[in-house]
């Protein structure tokens, strides 16, 4: 079992900053694959930035030049920063992992924009 716990979620103004942080533990075989999505109010989770198994990132087309994905030097933790927010990136945020063939997901952080 891997355990992922979110922190850094709030709520900011237009064109601010939030770092999202998520550490995993427990039983971990593997966190190669490792990223974040969004679900907003009535609408599907989707992926925001996420680490493949090949050591790339991925990230969504809204968030490209905005938001950036890294991880601690301990590997068991990615960090999302996120810049220049907007009213769409208001949203429930969550961690996710893949670790030892099974997907792992967190509680799960909410991101608020708003003036």
């Known amino acids: 079992q891997v355990r992922l716990v979110e922190s850094g979620g709030g709520l900011v103004q237009p064109g601010g900053s939030l770092r999202l942080s998520c550490a995993a533990s427990?039983?971990?075989?593997?966190?190669?694959?490792m990223g974040w999505y969004r679900q907003a109010p009535g609408k599907e989770r989707e992926l925001v930035a996420g680490?493949?198994?090949?050591?790339?990132?991925n990230y969504a087309d809204s968030v490209k030049s905005r938001f950036t994905i890294s991880r601690g030097n301990a590997k068991n933790t990615v960090y999302l920063q996120m810049n220049s927010l907007e009213f769409e990136d208001t949203a429930v945020y969550y961690c996710?992992?893949?670790?030892?063939?099974?997907?792992?997901w967190g509680k799960g952080t909410l991101v608020t924009v708003s003036s």
């Open positions: 996710n992992a893949l670790s030892g063939g099974v997907n792992y």
């Open positions: 427990g039983t971990i075989f593997s966190l190669n694959v």
């Open positions: 680490f493949s198994g090949g050591g790339t990132t």
